[in-house]
T-cell receptor
Framework: AQSVTQLDSHVSVSEGTPVLLRCNYS??????LFWYVQHPNKGLQLLLK??????LVKGINGFEAEFKKSETSFHLTKPSAHMSDAAEYFC????????????FGAGTRLAVHP | DTGVSQDPRHKITKRGQNVTFRCDPI?????LYWYRQTLGQGPEFLTY????????KSRLLSDRFSAERPKGSFSTLEIQRTEQGDSAMYLC??????????????FGPGTRLTVL
């Protein structure tokens, strides 16, 4: 079975400092992994996706993530946090076999302080 | 706006009543998914359609839940005899499935259901 574990339920950073949101995955196959962001009262938005191409994936708004098979990790990073980055972030694995349904982690709430 | 739309955005109902939600996917997308998100949790898969065919249903989808996608366009999710445990955000997503490609799912804003 495929699953993801987000290691932190809450992360708090100061504006201008780096962001690290941690995610470990479990998959029997070569996984497709995603990070989605959810702002209050808004829909889920795709930040970036890994689908077995380059292991370092760049996304929108300066976010990037690195797929590390040896560590079964897909951590999300950003060099410098903005106030507008405050939101809920979900690490997601796509179930293989044609279904393409998504399995979400429990989420990490990112707070950004001035 | 050509994204995924959902209606209504909010629904308050009394326990035991029936409710129906609608999802309009991106027009050229052949796959449509329903997810449920409870407070403090990530979304959980409920069911999905490829065109008009419902191909998989989660164990979360009790017999009080039914979903349809007539003509492979919009979809409806009906909950009969609502219970307080049904209170959640119901999310719809759509994607363009083409063989082995693992295409992005685009999400709607969700319908927030509150059962009193």
């Amino acid at each position: 079975a495929q699953s993801v574990t987000q290691l932190d339920s809450h992360v708090s950073v100061s504006e201008g400092t780096p962001v690290l949101l941690r995610c470990n995955y479990s998959s029997s196959y070569s996984p497709s992994l995603f990070w989605y962001v959810q702002h209050p009262n808004k829909g889920l938005q795709l930040l970036l996706k890994y689908t077995s191409a380059a292991t370092l994936v760049k996304g929108i708004n300066g976010f990037e993530a690195e797929f590390k098979k040896s560590e079964t990790s897909f951590h999300l990073t950003k060099p410098s946090a903005h106030m507008s980055d405050a939101a809920e972030y979900f690490c997601v694995v796509m179930v293989s076999g044609g279904y393409n349904k998504l399995i979400f982690g429990a989420g990490t709430r990112l707070a950004v302080h001035p | 706006d050509t994204g995924v739309s959902q209606d209504p955005r909010h629904k308050i109902t009394k326990r035991g009543q029936n409710v129906t939600f609608r999802c309009d996917p991106i027009s050229e997308h052949n796959r449509l998914y329903w997810y449920r998100q409870t407070l403090g949790q990530g979304p959980e898969f409920l069911t999905y359609f490829q065109n008009e065919a419902q191909l998989e249903k989660s164990r979360l989808l009790s017999d009080r839940f039914s979903a349809e996608r007539p003509k492979g366009s919009f979809s409806t999710l009906e909950i009969q005899r609502t219970e307080q445990g049904d209170s959640a955000m119901y999310l719809c997503a759509s994607s363009l499935y083409s063989g082995r490609a693992r295409n992005e799912q685009f999400f709607g804003p969700g319908t927030r259901l509150t059962v009193l």
